[in-house]
């Protein structure tokens, strides 16, 4: 089923999205359709448990920071394309809601199927939809799937409420704690932490095979809005690239278009006390260092190789990148370990604070040049900061931001994830 798709979204966070999501991508798979995932927005960790459901590559999608093209060129691809939304259907950046999964709708033209959270409600759910439904003609909602059902007379409710709507409701799940997801600070414990992933993978197409008509789901899918890829800009000739579970935030897109551009990636493994391979340009990305701060601390080969490199190649720093790259990392129960010291900044998790939103960044690093579209979201205090800045930064709405980030020689990084 080349070239169709369908999102799933929900009218608030909350609603299971990602667990139908999984149980769906998991069933049509073992059932033996083509099937991949995609994410609306930044987020980095959910798109890892669609590839752990289906075995295909999963991509964000975002309609704040991405072109229309890219967007159109990302959805392309072989087999049907299941989109996970995020947060509301129309929630987006303020001031105006951009960015939402609404607007991926109308970018690449495919139908939306509303996982409702019923657990709540019995009547009123036909007055949710019926407002989904009509908010705008541009967004199709095309079906529903009811979450958190409490029994087959809950059951019957619903859709009772819902039959003069004259949408398909696609199924009804019932409540199941053994079908909820572990969280952390950041958002789910990513896929490979999960300590029985495939089992819970199980489960979850159990419960979408018994409860939902699969048939019927996929038959609403649509042809979708594709574009071929760009040309990628030049891009160094060797990269290498931390990736463990310390750093696990490296967009697929991105390594795409290095890859595209006839970069070789070297991957190596900090946690592991590998060396920085020889390289043109060193990538740190963002994860969970603070959970593992001390051994990171201890690993001398990794951080004195690292060092070393810095006086010969570019090296970038993104949010847990960063913190790395810094002169101490302070964990949440307050221990200070000292980190590269290539960059001086220091910074805590003893008392977190949330700093999220999207970031309009202007680089003043010759290696990274341009603006650039961000997110931020992260817990880190920042206990000092003092050098050179990376970027000039704006949020969502245009207000002007302080500096984000630092530059040291040929050492930078900053909070930000570099979306586009």
């Known amino acids: 089923m080349s070239g169709k798709g369908l999102i799933l979204a929900a009218p608030t966070s909350g609603s299971g999205k990602t667990t139908v999501t999984l149980g769906i991508l998991r069933a049509l798979s073992q059932r033996g359709v083509a099937v991949r995932g995609a994410k609306s927005g930044p987020d980095y960790i959910d798109p890892r448990f669609h590839e752990a459901a289906c075995g295909q590559v999963s991509v964000n999608l975002d309609a704040w920071a991405m072109p229309k093209h890219q967007i159109r060129s990302l959805a392309k691809g072989d087999g049907l394309l299941i989109v996970e939304g995020a947060m509301g259907l129309f929630d987006g950046a303020p001031p105006d809601g951009d960015g939402a999964t609404a607007d991926l709708a109308r970018i690449i033209g495919l139908p939306v199927v509303l996982v409702v959270n019923a657990a709540s409600m019995s009547h009123s759910v036909a007055a949710l939809v019926r407002g989904f439904a009509s908010h705008d003609p541009e967004v199709r909602v095309s079906g529903v799937i009811l979450n958190n059902v409490g029994s087959p007379r809950h059951e019957a409710m619903l859709r009772r409420a819902l039959s003069p709507l004259g949408l398909p409701v696609l199924g009804a799940l019932p409540r199941d704690p053994n079908l909820a997801l572990?969280?952390?600070?950041?958002?789910?414990?990513?896929?490979?932490?999960?300590p029985d992933l495939t089992g819970f993978l199980d489960r979850a197409a159990d419960a979408v095979r018994?409860?939902?008509?699969?048939?019927?789901?996929?038959?609403?899918?649509?042809?979708?809005?594709?574009?071929?890829?760009?040309?990628?800009?030049?891009?160094?000739?060797?990269?290498?690239?931390?990736?463990?579970?310390?750093?696990?935030?490296?967009?697929?897109?991105?390594?795409?278009?290095?890859?595209?551009?006839?970069?070789?990636?070297?991957?190596?493994?900090?946690l592991a006390d590998e060396a920085v391979p020889e390289a043109d340009f060193v990538y740190l990305p963002g994860g969970y260092p603070e959970?593992?701060?001390?051994?990171?601390?201890?690993?001398?080969?990794?951080?004195?190789?690292?060092?070393?490199?810095?006086?010969?190649?570019?090296?970038?720093?993104?949010?847990?990148?960063?913190?790395?790259?810094?002169?101490?990392?302070?964990?949440?129960?307050?221990?200070?370990?000292?980190?590269?010291?290539?960059?001086?900044?220091?910074?805590?998790?003893?008392?977190?604070?949330?700093?999220?939103?999207?970031?309009?960044?202007t680089s003043h690093w010759s290696a990274l040049p341009g603006t650039h579209m961000a997110h931020e979201f992260h817990y880190a205090t920042t206990l000092a900061a003092d050098g050179a800045p990376l970027f000039d930064a704006q949020d969502a709405e245009g207000a002007t931001l302080p500096a984000m980030g630092l530059i040291q020689g040929r050492v930078a990084g900053s909070f930000a994830h570099i979306i586009a």
């Open 182 to 194: 572990p969280d952390r600070h950041l958002g789910l414990v990513q896929a490979a932490e999960h």
């Open 210 to 270: 018994a409860r939902l008509d699969l048939d019927a789901l996929v038959a609403l899918a649509r042809d979708m809005a594709t574009a071929p890829p760009r040309a990628a800009p030049a891009a160094p000739k060797r990269i290498a690239i931390a990736r463990d579970a310390a750093f696990s935030f490296a967009y697929p897109h991105q390594l795409a278009a290095w890859n595209r551009a006839g970069s070789k990636i070297l991957p190596f493994s900090p």
């Open 291 to 361: 959970l593992h701060a001390g051994r990171i601390a201890s690993n001398t080969t990794f951080l004195n190789s690292l060092r070393d490199a810095a006086s010969t190649t570019d090296i970038y720093g993104e949010c847990g990148g960063y913190m790395v790259l810094g002169e101490t990392l302070t964990d949440a129960d307050g221990t200070v370990h000292r980190m590269a010291g290539l960059l001086g900044v220091a910074t805590s998790f003893a008392q977190r604070k949330l700093h999220l939103g999207y970031r309009r960044l």
